[in-house]
């Protein structure tokens, strides 16, 4: 599984982005995805997941309420719906793809190249 984000921006705090995590090959329908960020000098941090199915979902409490994913299946994708946007939320954003839903980014067998989302204050 071939794995690119894409999306990514400059918006002002308060604003939306909605990243796009398109796969190539027909097995990505039955993996999970999950999305991560990394700011500099931080650590990678969880985002979100869904399982295979699109049914499953789970957030980290940093973006629930705020971020929605979601299964495009028409586009071969799962995006990333972000609203609410803080300057906090700075750093570059990671899609991954496993076997099953996980929220440690070392059970993902698939990365794909981040995208760079930019909150203005």
């Known amino acids: 599984v071939q794995l690119q984000a894409s999306g990514g921006g400059l918006v002002q705090a308060g604003g939306s982005l909605r990243l796009s995590c398109a796969a190539s090959?027909?097995?990505?329908?039955?993996?999970?995805i999950g999305w991560f960020r990394q700011a500099p000098g931080k650590e990678r941090e969880f985002l979100a997941t869904?399982?295979?199915?699109?049914?499953?979902?789970s957030y980290a409490d940093s973006v629930k309420g705020r971020f929605t994913i979601s299964r495009e299946y028409a586009k071969n994708a799962v995006d990333l719906q972000m609203k609410g946007l803080k300057p906090e939320d700075t750093a570059v954003y990671s899609c991954?793809?496993?076997?099953?839903?996980?929220?440690?980014?070392?059970?993902?067998?698939?990365w794909g190249q981040g995208t760079q989302v930019t909150v203005s204050s």
């Open positions: 869904i399982s295979w199915t699109g049914v499953i979902t």
């Open positions: 090959g027909r097995a990505f329908s039955s993996y999970a």
């Open positions: 991954a793809a496993a076997p099953y839903g996980h929220r440690t980014w070392e059970q993902y067998d698939y």
